[in-house]
């Protein structure tokens, strides 16, 4: 085992909850004491090299908190600590949050099913899997556009990017994060209020077509199929595979504007031009044409005034009036995250395997080394200054995990490459 490993491994093990027979993996144990959906996704990516079942049993403990309608919730309070920091929400839900985070879990599964061979696992999992993306289709494409909404931005994983700052009705791009974290519990308190009934009460204004979501489910869709083909269900092998090529071709028709990908919002699908990391994610689903990918990469990936900052990749271009690099804690009120310009590893591994996709391996290999070099120096943080390289957030944080499988995606690609 490498040091690097030996290194993730005491993050993890400082971080391993039991809950009866089976565990989860708190994101940090002094901001994120809780089990999180696609933290969990990426715990089990990680454990896949460490420990295979722990892996399955972060995944097995997850899948118990799934809705009966299929929703699965993104956060799960197993156990409060006793000093804990994490804010008080009022999802109106027992013991769960009531919305939910971008579909990982069958990526999560095809990497334990790559490292194990065990079809039984795939078995036990894809109903879960299978009543989630039902669930979304069901409830979250409220105009059957082939696309997935999110009603809250923390859907998306990317709390406060500024991605949804017009759909929160904030006009100042450097607003304080409180305003930001209020516009959010405002639209917890509404779904509370509409008993979580989405198509009919709740306003769809407020709702957003993302980019990254729609990428990610259009390759869980894929990868379930994969996956049902191996346990022998062809019934939903087949329904995934054509569901996923309907929200290929709604991504390519609806996202499209200029050469970039653009999420949209509302009942009149307005773009979003702001510029994220996001528009690199229609390479993660093959969705973007060969010229569109080349497109993003070159005046976008490799431009200096946009992504090509000191370290690899900031979530916000440099170009944009929201971007802000340091993500430090602002005033008293509780600050957790930010998406408004720091490197984060969970973006860094998919920018990674859609780069890969198109053949870029010297750029997908830059961005491994940056994430490496980001470890190194500043430690397991949950994101990092891509100025300087300094380390923010929360501590003794999970995700730089995602590192191994990096590694191995590269090894894989170049392995290919030279055949
Ligand atoms: C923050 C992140 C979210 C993550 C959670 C736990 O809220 O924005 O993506 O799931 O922390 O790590």
Request: glycine letters at 6%; aromatic letters at 14%.
């Amino acid at each position: 085992m490498s040091s690097l490993e030996d290194a993730i491994k005491a993050v993890y093990d400082t971080n391993f909850r039991r809950h009866g027979k089976l565990s989860y993996t708190v994101p940090s144990p002094d901001t994120y004491p809780f089990q999180w959906f696609w933290d969990s996704c990426f715990h089990a990516i990680t454990l896949s090299y460490l420990d295979i079942e722990r892996a399955k049993n972060e995944l097995r403990l997850l899948v118990t908190g799934q809705f009966a309608n299929g929703m699965i919730p993104h956060i799960m309070y197993w156990q409060v600590p006793p000093h804990n920091a994490f804010p008080e929400i009022h999802w109106g839900k027992r013991r769960t949050s009531s919305i939910t985070q971008p579909p990982m879990l069958a990526a999560a599964v095809w990497r334990i099913y790559e490292a194990t061979g065990d079809t039984e696992f795939i078995q036990e999992m894809l109903p879960h899997i299978d009543a989630f993306h039902r669930y979304l289709f069901r409830n979250r494409d409220p105009h059957h556009i082939d696309l997935i909404a999110t009603v809250n931005p923390d859907e998306s994983g990317e709390d406060n990017s500024p991605r949804f700052d017009r759909v929160l009705g904030l006009s100042d791009p450097r607003h304080q994060f409180v305003d930001n974290f209020k516009a959010r519990l405002k639209l917890v308190d509404d779904l509370r209020a509409a008993r979580f009934v989405l198509k009919n009460k709740v306003d769809l204004r407020h709702w957003v077509y993302d980019v990254p979501f729609n990428a990610i489910l259009a390759e869980s869709l894929r990868i379930t199929s994969l996956l049902a083909h191996h346990a022998g269900n062809q019934m939903i092998a087949m329904w995934s595979e054509a569901r996923a090529t309907k929200v290929r071709a709604a991504m390519h028709d609806i996202f499209r504007r200029r050469h970039i990908y653009q999420s949209v919002y509302g009942t009149r699908l307005r773009h979003i031009p702001t510029r994220t990391w996001a528009m690199f994610m229609p390479l993660y689903a093959g969705v973007a044409s060969d010229l569109e990918a080349e497109y993003v990469v070159e005046n976008f990936l490799l431009d200096k005034r946009e992504f090509a900052l000191p370290y690899s990749v900031p979530t916000v271009s440099l170009a944009e009036p929201s971007f802000d690099p340091s993500g430090d804690w602002r005033g008293d009120w509780w600050v957790g995250t930010n998406w408004r310009g720091p490197v984060w590893m969970s973006t860094n591994w998919f920018i990674i395997q859609g780069l890969l996709r198109y053949g870029y391996i010297a750029e997908a290999k830059k961005i491994y080394h940056s994430s490496l070099e980001l470890i190194k120096h500043s430690g397991f943080r949950e994101y990092y200054d891509p100025l300087t390289g300094q380390g923010h957030g929360a501590t003794n944080f999970t995700w730089a995990g995602l590192i191994l499988d990096m590694e191995e995606l590269l090894k894989l690609a170049s392995a290919r490459d030279q055949n």
